[in-house]
T-cell receptor
Framework: EAGVAQSPRYKIIEKRQSVAFWCNPISGHATLYWYQQILGQGPKLLIQFQNNGVVDDSQLPKDRFSAERLKGVDSTLKIQPAKLEDSAVYLC?????????????FGSGTRLTVV | GQQVMQIPQYQHVQEGEDFTTYCNSSTTLSNIQWYKQRPGGHPVFLIQLVKSGEVKKQKRLTFQFGEAKKNSSLHITATQTTDVGTYFCAELNTGNQFYFGTGTSLTVIP
């Protein structure tokens, strides 16, 4: 089966600019997650979707970050305006259910550099 | 946010030596998962542990869940250069999301 697709792979922007990341999960996976991974740290959950509804966005900095999954398939994560500390890899993951015995399947991520 | 503590943070071993990383939580865990992330790559699921005292093996990797379900370990026997990477445990919180540990970065010296 095809994996989790993410784009772009890399993005360099100046602070205060906006950026958007795209994720297409594995077909049939109802649950989609966005994680932020700062260099040298473990992935940090930003938001979880179940189909097109938000399950948990308690760690999403809502003053600048937003995410949507309008049709319950693809998802976009946006940052506006970006700060230097947003430099990280943004990982999208999906699972068949909330916590599958087969774990999460991660995409290759988008590496964001804010200068 | 929730953070699971892992030790050690870094480990350098000679090829052929064993390696162990430990994951500790202050709360009782319903289950725990382990992931491997190669340098420049993304986390890849290795295994899930659910039962108290559970031990699972994958070739040279042995995963253990503590009797009290508050800790877990990953042991690699006779490391190889292909084992290089960061190993994360991830614990399931009450909201049914997995929170990742701080990770242990393994370097294998040929």
């Amino acid at each position: 089966e095809a994996g989790v697709a993410q784009s772009p792979r890399y993005k360099i922007i100046e602070k205060r600019q906006s950026v958007a990341f795209w994720c297409n999960p594995i077909s049939g996976h109802a649950t989609l997650y966005w994680y932020q991974q700062i260099l040298g740290q473990g992935p940090k959950l930003l938001i979880q979707f179940q189909n097109n509804g938000v399950v948990d966005d308690s760690q999403l900095p809502k003053d600048r970050f937003s995410a949507e999954r309008l049709k319950g398939v693809d998802s976009t994560l946006k940052i506006q305006p970006a700060k230097l500390e947003d430099s990280a890899v943004y990982l999208c993951a999906s699972s068949f259910r909330g916590h599958s015995n087969y774990g999460y399947t991660f995409g290759s991520g988008t590496r964001l550099t804010v200068v | 946010g929730q953070q699971v503590m892992q030790i050690p943070q870094y480990q350098h071993v000679q090829e052929g030596e064993d390696f162990t990383t430990y994951c500790n939580s202050s709360t009782t865990l319903s289950n725990i998962q382990w992931y491997k992330q190669r340098p420049g790559g993304h986390p890849v699921f290795l295994i899930q542990l659910v039962k108290s005292g559970e031990v699972k093996k994958q070739k040279r990797l042995t995963f253990q869940f503590g009797e009290a379900k508050k800790n877990s370990s990953l042991h690699i026997t006779a490391t190889q250069t292909t084992d290089v990477g960061t190993y994360f445990c991830a614990e399931l919180n009450t909201g049914n999301q997995f929170y990742f540990g701080t990770g242990t970065s393994l370097t294998v010296i040929p």
